[in-house]
T-cell receptor, first 112, second 115 residues
Framework: DGGITQSPKYLFRKEGQNVTLSCEQN?????MYWYRQDPGQGLRLIYY???????QKGDIAEGYSVSREKKESFPLTVTSAQKNPTAFYLC???????????FGPGTRLTVT | GQQLNQSPQSMFIQEGEDVSMNCTSS?????WLWYKQDPGEGPVLLIA?????ELTSNGRLTAQFGITRKDSFLNISASIPSDVGIYFC???????????????FGQGTILTVHP
């Protein structure tokens, strides 16, 4: 089956720890994206990548880092510098400049 | 930055009723997308619109790309309980460069359907 996988579904961390969220796609899409969703709000773009070894900051990149070493993978690290990391994180991919974005199932991160 | 206003914020309807929601923008978009999100899941694409004035249907769903390219609406006919969820509009510009593929999302419409 083609699709986007995110793991784990739920993640718990202590404040001050870095944590890496996984996103893998087998859709052969060039572009991948990370969004953050808070309760009652829409999605906000954290980072995106158009091609391997290249990525751009989105609207709320502070406190986050990414890498794109493989076309299939776009991991997101939530660093200790992110002041309010508890949220629902969504990964998406698209196949071209005007192609639709398809989303993974999300990872709910709770930091205490 | 670009802003999308989605309304209504929430709707409570009876099964069988029709539903309408819309999004307006202060800026022009090249593409409008409508997504549905179930609790704790990722959004699922419902309809994509690429041309001003375009009217597209997907089963009981109908969406239109406004003539001004600054608005879009989604209609759901004869609602059923599984229509429950959050519906998001999203506008996309493809100006190239750093705007590549970026979506701007509305705040969402929470739909509740009473059997």
């Amino acid at each position: 089956d083609g699709g986007i996988t995110q793991s784990p579904k739920y993640l718990f961390r202590k404040e001050g720890q870095n944590v890496t969220l996984s996103c893998e796609q087998n859709l052969n899409h060039d572009a991948m994206y990370w969004y953050r969703q808070d309760p009652g709000q829409g999605l906000r773009l954290i980072y995106y990548s158009q091609i391997v070894n290249d990525f751009q900051k989105g609207d709320i990149a502070e406190g986050y880092s990414v890498s794109r070493e493989k076309k299939e993978s776009f991991p997101l690290t939530v660093t200790s510098a992110q002041k309010n990391p508890t949220a629902f994180y969504l990964c998406a991919s698209s196949g071209g400049q005007i192609d639709e974005q398809y989303f993974g199932p999300g990872t709910r991160l709770t930091v205490t | 930055g670009q802003q999308l206003n989605q309304s209504p914020q929430s709707m409570f309807i009876q099964e069988g009723e029709d539903v309408s929601m819309n999004c307006t923008s202060s800026s022009i978009f090249n593409t409008w997308l409508w997504y549905k999100q179930d609790p704790g899941e990722g959004p699922v694409l419902l309809i994509a619109l690429y041309k001003a004035g375009e009217l597209t249907s997907n089963g009981r769903l109908t969406a239109q790309f406004g003539i001004t390219r600054k608005d879009s609406f989604l209609n759901i006919s004869a609602s059923i309980p599984s229509d429950v969820g959050i519906y998001f509009c999203a506008g996309q510009t493809n100006a190239g460069g750093t705007s590549y593929g970026k979506l701007t999302f509305g705040q969402g419409t929470i739909l509740t359907v009473h059997p």
